[in-house]
């Protein structure tokens, strides 16, 4: 019988990426105290030399079944992890690839705390990829996506000038604000170690407020107040972000990838304003 | 050659919907003043009696291209006019269907004025129906859905106790506010006139305030006033609707069925606030 | 300080539905063998009188953290279970309700076999519900959607008529066949148990063929030639499963309601097909 | 009153891409025999430099809103045409960035013919953008989205294979079939005309087969029969667009972009298989 995928070729062409999307599975991570149970969604790919008719797909559903498996005894650590593990293995199985990727996507919770004490079990999405060279170096990237809350400092301003407000005590004037989400990704080397959760705090940090599932009507009043006592454009979160990360993380090289979005689905408009930054370590300290 | 789906069953069911969903069409219709393309997505239906194995799929299809390519012709006042002469023409193709239905939704625009004088093109959705019975009645429901703003009543008294804020000046009160989707849709007879574009101002009179794509900063800055002033629950949004439906429609009678729905995306909270009434005219009189 | 919530109003209208919508949380559910983490969607809802200016949505996230926290210790087997101690608790926080209503959806994953013995993990989609009514009885709703295949029947037909194909060997001609997601629901009394995995083995019962993440080259094959042996329209799809379910839930009273819905994303075309059935036992007895 | 947006700032970072995201506007594009309207998503963008707080954001409303105004006196002959005239205009309207971007997505509709006649209205989707340097070049990218559908060849052997089929008039065995989306897309000068019909097309002759909203049970048996001579992998797919291009656009020079994705939702997995080629004229030429 013929192997289809094995068929050789003339003159063809190479592929740049083969392979399979939304493919869903369970992962078990072992975090510091607990384990976490993600249900990911993942794209699996390997370049095609142009000599080969096809690649053989159902190689990529057992690498990901076996890793997946050997990640319940071996204990993974996190996405990019696994990633880390899947793009090895996509290398043995398909010995005609240079190079093989993997991207997985996830719900993530964390306990959230207000200065009150109250807290509320947050959501937020984990973005993780790796890239692989045969024979070179695997990359893996990192990244969080955040929703919380932005109020806009232009129509705060505005506001106060049309009525007149110049005293300090009421310097926090009404304006729009909205809901907001922000991406932060770092792709470093895969001996790197990078942890999400200190991902998702540095922009936390950089909203107007974050926002939370569960406000009693104090804590509501205060997360508007905080939101208003630090308006904020999506250029402003960008440019903190970038400030955040250059601060805490002194010791990533100059060549480390650092992709900054902020988007906020504006109140008082139909679309969204959008601010982005993609550039390095090294670009950010010049 | 076997007629696969007229072939005759023994002791098999009714079907209550068959047909075909996700198909997307352009359609010209004619307003007041110019023509209106609009890309419709349509889902089409008839019933299927127990004794007959399939329906045939492609007349739906063959219909809606003939009452599409009629309708450059014969001129079409709306979506619902469109869906009305749908429901007739699936009843003849399919003969051994007692009902039919229809569904459309689509993008629509509209010119719309701030109190200055300043206009802007502002985006809105569609969604209408069509259902007939044979030899019985044709009921058709005319829906929109308009994205607007809601400013909290509730943590803007809050946030005013907190302060201590008495003054009637600074009445306003700081508060979160966010994008809102609100939907009112009516089901009438078929030979009852229902314009879409009156429901539209309905419901954005109903909101905290409409919202604009282009504003310059005076104009932002009164958009945040309106809200303001007007600070809205999502509860408050639907009973408003429902009692300007009331008023402007007093000619209805008692057994058109009144659909309203108000969401917000809470710029607090990750979760969406949401409000819904679902009734009839002659209950909202009693 | 004013509540606003609690603020009485005069000549106004009652809410049907009001709420929070898209709040996301992990959900431990106690299987036979083992415990299942359930990333769930909720929709959380109670009904507002005439006389109530707003809701008190916050205890509606306070009841969901509550109620998945004590699920942590009292075991819960099933959303469904989940959705009925929601209702119960959405009824004692919101004094003023007469019924309470939650919808719950989640990814879901079995191990299936083929016939040779390989296996693989498939993902599902539970989508559950519970209502309540003050004083009175609650129901739930449990349904799950399956992805598989159709193969068409109609096509097969006619391409052997065209080729001349009479010989029986070679029956199974070409057709299209393609994705296909069929969906069963039953609403059942409270205290009715009624478990997701028979209502998924139903469903891939009576699809062309189950579909699988995992398939070497001799299991594509078998595949291909299951669905060819067992060309279905939409229309057989649902039957056979509304037949199946009048086989294998002989005790279910006339009174449960029973949801059917066929889609086959169509090779040949750009839409789909489509077919529902939505009854009782009692009509599909009759 | 304070200029926010102008607001100077030390040591800060400047940004990638500051602007709009989903605005959606109405089109009218002049085609050779008539006009035709797009509703266009639209996203739009500048740069900003280290030292600017904030970018105009209405601004990109206002060139928006103008240059679509203008498109119906002075004649746009398709988006990439409207994304050139939308850089440019940015870059005057925004005097401090150094470049301009501009993202367009739109459905589009064709009537196809089968090889007996009957024609029907078929939907792609257009995807078109446009970057400028201030000082220098614009590029322009025109993309399309193609539904139709792949037959695979491996299975199709298999088969075969297991059937024992040699005959060659049965050459053409049963195999999994299922909806593919294929896109192209090339980046050229400005100045360069290219027809999005063209690529479609290009498109549509190097799928198993085109697909069609209206079929009779003849026409459905020959897209059947066709696409199962025909049969193809992604891989194929991707190639054989790479090859077409090749082909008839000798005159295009070496450093044109040329991007070919191939996705089929495959019938026999809950995944999709997946091949692309990201390269220029020059590497395909090589």
Redesign the interface.
Same mark, same amino acid.
């Given at each position: 019988?013929?192997d289809?995928?094995n068929q050789k070729l003339d003159g063809?062409?190479?592929?740049?990426?083969?392979?399979?999307?939304?493919?869903?599975?369970?992962v078990i991570v072992k975090r510091p105290n607990k384990d976490v149970?993600l249900?990911v969604d993942f794209?699996l790919?390997v370049d095609?030399p142009a000599e080969l008719?096809?690649?053989h797909?159902?190689r990529n559903?057992?690498v990901l $079944?076996r890793v997946i498996d050997d990640s319940v005894r071996e204990s993974v650590s996190g996405l990019e992890d696994l990633g880390f593990k899947i793009c090895q293995e996509l290398l043995v199985r398909h010995e005609y690839a240079t190079c093989s990727e993997v991207h997985m996507s996830a719900?993530y919770?964390l306990e959230r705390g207000m200065s009150n004490g109250n807290t509320?079990?947050?959501?937020y999405r984990l973005k993780a990829s790796a890239k692989s060279i045969r024979g070179g170096q695997t990359k893996k990237c990192i990244g969080v996506e955040v929703?919380g809350?932005t109020a806009c400092?232009?129509?705060m301003?505005?506001?106060r000038?049309?009525r007149g407000i110049t005293d300090e005590n009421?310097a926090?004037?009404?304006?729009?604000?909205?809901?907001n989400v922000t991406s932060l990704s770092l792709e470093v080397p895969a001996d790197r170690p990078l942890e999400a959760d200190k991902l998702i705090q540095i922009v936390e940090e950089c909203l107007s $407020?974050p926002?939370?599932?569960?406000?009693?009507?104090?804590d =509501?009043?205060q997360?508007?107040?905080d939101?208003?006592s630090n308006p904020k454009?999506?250029?402003?979160v960008?440019?903190d972000v970038?400030?955040s990360v250059l601060e805490k993380y002194k010791d990533l090289p100059d060549d480390v990838r650092v992709q900054v979005t902020s =988007?906020s689905?504006?109140?008082?408009?139909?679309?969204?304003?959008?601010? =982005?930054?993609?550039?390095t370590m090294g670009e950010?300290r010049a």
């Amino acid at each position: 019988m013929k192997d289809m995928q094995n068929q050789k070729l003339d003159g063809s062409f190479k592929l740049t990426r083969v392979g399979v999307t939304e493919v869903k599975k369970p992962v078990i991570v072992k975090r510091p105290n607990k384990d976490v149970t993600l249900i990911v969604d993942f794209n699996l790919f390997v370049d095609l030399p142009a000599e080969l008719k096809g690649s053989h797909m159902s190689r990529n559903l057992e690498v990901l $079944s076996r890793v997946i498996d050997d990640s319940v005894r071996e204990s993974v650590s996190g996405l990019e992890d696994l990633g880390f593990k899947i793009c090895q293995e996509l290398l043995v199985r398909h010995e005609y690839a240079t190079c093989s990727e993997v991207h997985m996507s996830a719900d993530y919770f964390l306990e959230r705390g207000m200065s009150n004490g109250n807290t509320s079990l947050e959501s937020y999405r984990l973005k993780a990829s790796a890239k692989s060279i045969r024979g070179g170096q695997t990359k893996k990237c990192i990244g969080v996506e955040v929703m919380g809350m932005t109020a806009c400092p232009c129509a705060m301003e505005e506001v106060r000038a049309r009525r007149g407000i110049t005293d300090e005590n009421v310097a926090m004037s009404i304006t729009h604000n909205q809901r907001n989400v922000t991406s932060l990704s770092l792709e470093v080397p895969a001996d790197r170690p990078l942890e999400a959760d200190k991902l998702i705090q540095i922009v936390e940090e950089c909203l107007s $407020s974050p926002t939370y599932e569960i406000l009693k009507r104090a804590d =509501e009043a205060q997360v508007v107040i905080d939101a208003h006592s630090n308006p904020k454009f999506v250029e402003d979160v960008v440019r903190d972000v970038l400030r955040s990360v250059l601060e805490k993380y002194k010791d990533l090289p100059d060549d480390v990838r650092v992709q900054v979005t902020s =988007e906020s689905y504006e109140s008082i408009h139909k679309h969204n304003a959008y601010a =982005e930054r993609d550039t390095t370590m090294g670009e950010l300290r010049a």
